[in-house]
């Protein structure tokens, strides 16, 4: 079952649009540069595939990257993952980000709506300069980890960019994560540097870190130096915390540092270790290369996202997401970055609105639960906010559904690109985004991203059109990991993307391509249900039910039936409904019709069942395998990243799925 073709775009870019659009000059400037014909998308991106030097040359030139390109594009190019980009570069990318040192806006900061400051890019660079200074002083070095636990305030920014610019390798997470799941992430790759809050501030309440800090420093013996950011409290006590000083303690003695030395190193230099955000297992350690990262997110930012010098770009995101990876990457195409760090619910879901409409925010990025959660709120943010400066809506996390589409385009602004995008913390970037030269179809995510051979496989490895697969990427792309933190021969990196098909990456993602050449996501692979031996992904149920105004969000998994003897699998559906409302029969049956009359028979759910709440990870990806290990009585491993554990034992043992 596929979502019905629709009769209509819902937006079509008018001509000025699309000749202003930052991919049609890189299109007009690859056809002189390269002698190649590329009057539209389809051409642009065939190109970008078949000629991966000519494009990513390209990409370096558009993206004015500061450093010394090489002569050699690609070795290796037709295996996978052991293809080498740029193997004679030298670049740093904090120097790609750190360009200006103006007195405009390099960012601004909104802690809910308590707390708004900004920085200039001036300020911005002089505090690299200090903080950069004082991790040398301390010993930090190329290929050193300097780890942060820290929300999405200017600091962690600050110590990115700082980490970068000497060579040492980046990692974070974000202060809900409890001692083990800290220790569980930084445990695994030693860092010499830990920088943390004292607390943060979530749906008006403040949150110290203080206690947790301690405890996680004691399970952290790689750790020479603690460096503590003051946000939430106006005194301070670290005695209690080991190798801890206050931030502006420790950069007091490099004030006079004005200039960064910037060390430029080898394309693959490593910049990020990001972390798997599943519950199947303690989380793999995934090392991305600076080179990469930056050549994508630049592609990314101004030919997908059009983003140009002067932007307002934000994303509401976690440091323990790799959006948070993606925004402030947006430097380097001369954006101003809007961080905001707390509930985006304050104000009663309107604060992102307040913001967009205070600071002439030009794209606005978040997630598909926050827009089917306003949707269910009845906002109307069209009506309420002045959103004339916003050009697109950016949407990720889990699949948006048409009615999520119709909802952006009727209630918020008519006149925009809606770019639902899709990839992943495996690449720190996407496979399939937006483009504004592109008409937007409800469901659909516009297009492959430019020099990224994706596809969709069946189970024999062949490829399919209109019907659903595994989306692949056939050849070798710049921002593939470096690897897996200690995983010296390869195995587990090798087994996670290229165990399915023999030199393809295998995302996970359960899709389809459309008559469009557009792309749906149904799912994670892993999550698909399979009742009587079809497939099915998990999205097409979620759109069906959610629908309904009784019920909140929801989760399906598939239970091996019978219990003892499984010989088939059947649907079982878990629903969250509206404060006050039981679950009866009517509603039950309501649930199921609408299913069977929008999808197929084997789409209706054999249970449906009421929770108080549906369990997601800290990033907010609901966790379908979490629950299916629950409801068969195994362990749940990496419990730590789930935003709040003890929802899952409101799954176990439950009668309505003993008979």
Known sequence: MSYPV???PLWVPDAQRIANANITAFAHAAEQRWGRALPDYPALHAWSVAEPAEFWTSIWEYGEVRGERGGVVLEEGTRMPSARWFPEARLNFAENLLRSRNDGDALVFWGEDRIKNRMSHGDLYRQVAHLAAALQDTGVGPGDRVAAWMPNLP??????????????????????????????????????????????????????????LAAITAG??????????????????????????????FVKPFQAVTEIPFARLPFDHPLYIVYSSGTTGVPKCIVHGAGGALLQHIKEHRLHGDVKPGDRLFYFTT??????????????????????DGSPMVADGAILFDYAQAEGMTHFGTSAKFIDGIAKMGLKPRE?????????????????????????????????????????????????????TLQVWPGEIQCKGLGMAVDVFDETGAPVRGEKGELVCTRPFPVMPIGFWNDRDGAKYQAAYFERFSNVWCHGDYSEITVH?????????????NPGGVRIGTAEIYRQVEKLEEVVESLVIGQDWPPRHPTDVRVVLFVKLREGLVLDDALVERIRRTI?????????????????????????KIVELAVRAVVHDQPVKNVEALADPAVLEHFRARPELQN
Request: glycine content about 8%; some cysteine; hydrophobic content about 45%.
């Open 220 to 249: 952290l013996p790689s750790v020479k130096r603690v460096v503590v950011v003051p946000y939430v409290h106006a005194r301070h006590d670290v005695s209690h915390v080991p190798h801890a000083r206050l931030l502006p303690e």
């Open 6 to 8: 629709a009769a209509a």
């Open 155 to 212: 600091e962690t920014l600050v110590a990115m960019l700082a980490a970068a610019s000497i060579g040492a390798i980046f990692s974070s997470a974000s202060p809900d994560f409890g001692v083990q799941g800290v220790l569980d992430r930084f445990g695994q790759i030693e860092p010499k540097v830990l920088i943390a809050v004292d607390g943060y501030y979530y749906n008006g309440r403040i949150m110290d870190c203080m206690d947790r």
């Open 517 to 529: 050449d557009g792309l749906i996501i149904y799912g994670r692979s892993d999550a698909t249900l």
């Open 319 to 340: 440091c323990g997401w790799m959006m948070w990876n993606w925004l402030v990457s947006g430097l380097a195409s001369g954006a101003t970055l809007l961080l905001y």
């Open 596 to 620: 069977r009359d929008n999808t197929t028979p084997r789409h209706v759910p054999a249970r449906v069942v009421q929770v108080r709440d549906i369990p997601r990870t800290r990033s907010g």
């Open 384 to 436: 309420s906010h002045d959103l004339s400066a916003l050009r697109a809506l950016f949407s990720t996390g889990s699949p948006l559904v048409p009615e999520g589409f119709e909802y952006v385009y009727r209630d918020i602004k008519a006149d925009l690109c809606l770019s639902s995008i899709s990839g992943g913390t495996d690449i720190i970037s996407c496979f399939v985004l937006g483009n504004p």
